[in-house]
């Protein structure tokens, strides 16, 4: 059993980890200067409204998970193909926070091609979306079917034209992640789950590794170019702590791939500052229904929108 504890300085706080003695709060105990995390740590839920409803919770059935899964499969795969048309050609990019930042027109218009299928096949589902978050869409997150996509999951790579692109889309019902798919758009390979039935890569079921030592482990993380001297000095010193520990370091550029990783054992511990909603949603289910665990930082199950 593989744990994963994504951690992020803005929203939620995660990693992911084999089943070591260093998960959750014993992550600080072994690696006692990875508490450093970037200087602008907001400890609200960021740019979301966690909206609670006393209504009774919304009831779910196998058939219509299994209906959710084939949706959510046949829109990756129609985003893959825009994602593919557009992936060699010139490509416009406009910077968003940062200069790592970025978002192209294919960002954009992958998600209103998701959004327009799913509102078409569900039209009493709600959305979630990286790019209409960023571009001010307030977002809340009931208990009603809400759909949690990444159009483009590493925008950097696609804008590269490096072939680590995925499309993320998750379906959360009463607030947990009931189906999920993450495709390779460029690779054409689709990682995929749905609650309670395991996980799967194009089809054949995957499981998380056997290993049982950290000293055992290939660990991914993410290092993006940072603007201030204290965020890059956090980093290095956060990536030196755990090259001490492990068999080395991988990172893919997305994080909805790197957390697939972990969940067909190719990798063991997944750690990453400054994640989203929508770049660990479908990732998460995957890891979980792969025998993998999700942990917040204090050592418990995460949730969507964990505040630390």
Same mark, same amino acid.
């Given at each position: 059993?593989?744990?994963?504890?994504?951690?992020?300085?803005?929203?939620?706080?995660?990693?992911?980890?084999?089943?070591?003695?260093?998960?959750?709060?014993?992550?600080?105990?072994?690696?006692?200067?990875?508490?450093?995390?970037?200087?602008?740590?907001?400890?609200?839920?960021?740019?979301?409204?966690?909206?609670?409803?006393?209504?009774?919770?919304?009831?779910?059935?196998?058939?219509?998970?299994?209906?959710?899964?084939?949706?959510?499969?046949?829109?990756?795969?129609?985003?893959?193909?825009?994602?593919?048309?557009?992936?060699?050609?010139?490509?416009?990019?406009?910077?968003?926070?940062?200069?790592?930042?970025?978002?192209?027109?294919?960002?954009?218009?992958?998600?209103?091609?998701?959004?327009?299928?799913?509102?078409?096949?569900?039209?009493?589902?709600?959305?979630?979306?990286?790019?209409?978050?960023?571009?001010?869409?307030?977002?809340?997150?009931?208990?009603?079917?809400?759909?949690?996509?990444?159009?483009?999951?590493?925008?950097?790579?696609?804008?590269?034209?490096?072939?680590?692109?995925?499309?993320?889309?998750?379906?959360?019902?009463?607030?947990?992640?009931?189906?999920?798919?993450?495709?390779?758009?460029?690779?054409?390979?689709?990682?995929? #789950? =749905?609650?309670?039935?395991?996980? @799967?890569?194009?089809?054949?079921?995957?499981?998380? %590794? /056997? &290993?049982?030592? *950290?000293? !055992?482990?290939?660990?991914?993380?993410?290092?993006?170019?940072?603007?201030?001297?204290?965020?890059?000095?956090?980093?290095?010193?956060?990536?030196?702590?755990?090259?001490?520990?492990?068999?080395?370091?991988?990172?893919?550029?997305?994080?909805?791939?790197?957390?697939?990783?972990?969940?067909?054992? #190719? =990798?063991?511990?997944?750690?990453? @500052?400054?994640?989203?909603?929508?770049?660990?949603? %479908? /990732? &998460?289910?995957? *890891?979980? !229904?792969?025998?993998?665990?999700?942990?917040?930082?204090?050592?418990?199950?995460?949730?969507?929108?964990?505040?630390?």
């Amino acid at each position: 059993m593989a744990t994963c504890e994504l951690l992020s300085s803005s929203s939620s706080q995660y990693s992911t980890m084999g089943k070591f003695s260093i998960q959750g709060s014993p992550v600080i105990d072994q690696l006692p200067e990875m508490v450093s995390s970037p200087s602008n740590v907001n400890n609200n839920v960021d740019d979301t409204t966690v909206t609670k409803q006393q209504s009774e919770r919304v009831q779910v059935t196998d058939e219509q998970r299994r209906v959710w899964l084939g949706a959510a499969k046949e829109a990756a795969r129609m985003a893959g193909k825009e994602v593919r048309s557009a992936f060699y050609r010139e490509k416009t990019v406009t910077m968003k926070s940062s200069p790592a930042d970025l978002v192209t027109e294919t960002d954009q218009n992958v998600e209103k091609v998701v959004f327009s299928f799913f509102r078409r096949k569900f039209p009493t589902h709600r959305f979630i979306g990286e790019e209409t978050t960023a571009a001010g869409v307030p977002v809340e997150l009931t208990d009603d079917p809400t759909w949690i996509i990444d159009p483009i999951d590493g925008t950097n790579n696609f804008v590269h034209s490096f072939p680590f692109v995925a499309v993320a889309i998750a379906l959360s019902v009463n607030r947990e992640i009931e189906v999920a798919v993450t495709y390779n758009a460029i690779l054409d390979v689709m990682y995929s #789950a =749905a609650r309670g039935t395991g996980a @799967f890569r194009d089809g054949k079921r995957i499981s998380v %590794s /056997g &290993a049982t030592d *950290i000293k !055992e482990s290939l660990i991914v993380t993410t290092a993006k170019s940072l603007l201030t001297p204290q965020k890059m000095e956090n980093t290095f010193h956060n990536l030196r702590s755990l090259l001490e520990q492990g068999r080395g370091i991988r990172n893919l550029g997305t994080a909805a791939l790197n957390m697939c990783q972990i969940a067909e054992g #190719a =990798a063991e511990v997944y750690f990453e @500052f400054g994640i989203h909603c929508w770049d660990m949603a %479908s /990732g &998460a289910l995957i *890891i979980r !229904e792969a025998g993998g665990v999700v942990l917040d930082t204090a050592g418990e199950p995460s949730c969507l929108l964990s505040s630390s």
